[in-house]
């Protein structure tokens, strides 16, 4: 089975602080991303990686930065968190083969609270 | 732009009911369709995955089915129980491969 781990399940931390989200998958896919879920806003892309070192915007990437330096992990860099970002922040991956399914595979989810 | 629309935004039914989850998007062109639910604070649990060549998939109670032609899909729920109670997304996969547009899903709760 594809496991996508996010290190971590809930976080607190204080504005201004830079906050370190690691999302970890391990079946080999390419491609990777990073959501934020809030209500009445549903999920919305921040950033997506489909290489290592490869990363392109998504909806919403002001605030947030990423780095993918190895196949198999994909950060989230919050450089100065602000309370506006407080929210689910989930990681997807999938197989970039276009001869594959498609299919999505999510992470558990990290709460993050900035106060 | 793709959108993609669930109705309704939540259901409450009594165990037992069968019960169907609608799922509307606009745009036809697409690679996939997916099927999640996802518990309160949780991630997202892929449920069925239809391909865009496919009319329906079905895992054990559930039954996916798909008209891309008329832009909807349906996810029946046989014989629900009160485990089954979460919110249910479908994704649409855009041909171009590396886009996906999500509904906003169906808060489904199973009265015991």
């Known amino acids: 089975d594809v496991k996508v781990t996010q290190s971590s399940r809930y976080l607190v931390k204080r504005t201004g602080e830079k906050v370190f989200l690691e999302c970890v998958q391990d079946?080999?896919?390419?491609?990777m991303f990073w959501y934020r879920q809030d209500p009445g806003l549903g999920l919305r892309l921040i950033y997506f990686?489909?290489?290592?070192?490869?990363?392109e915007k998504g909806d919403i990437p002001e605030g947030y930065s990423v780095s993918r330096e190895k196949k198999e992990r994909f950060s989230l860099i919050l450089e100065s968190a602000s309370t506006n970002q407080t929210s689910m922040y989930l990681c997807?991956?999938?197989?970039?083969?276009?001869?594959?399914?498609?299919?999505?595979?999510f992470g558990e989810g990290s709460r993050l609270t900035v106060l | 732009k793709q959108e993609v629309t669930q109705i309704p935004a939540a259901l409450s039914v009594p165990e037992g009911e069968n019960l169907v989850l609608n799922c509307s998007f606009t745009d036809s062109a697409i690679y996939n369709l997916q099927w999640f639910r996802q518990d309160p604070g949780k991630g997202l649990t892929s449920l069925l995955l239809i391909q865009s060549s496919q009319r329906e998939q079905t895992s054990g109670r559930l039954n996916a089915s798909l008209d891309k032609s008329s832009g909807r899909s349906t996810l029946y729920i046989a014989a629900s129980q009160p485990g089954d109670s979460a919110t249910y997304l479908c994704a649409v996969r855009h041909y171009n491969f590396n886009k996906f547009y999500f509904g906003s899903g169906t808060k489904l709760n199973v009265k015991p």
């Open positions: 997807a991956s999938d197989p970039r083969d276009r001869g594959g399914t498609g299919e999505l595979f």
């Open positions: 079946m080999d896919h390419e491609n």
């Open positions: 990686s489909y290489d290592v070192k490869m990363k």
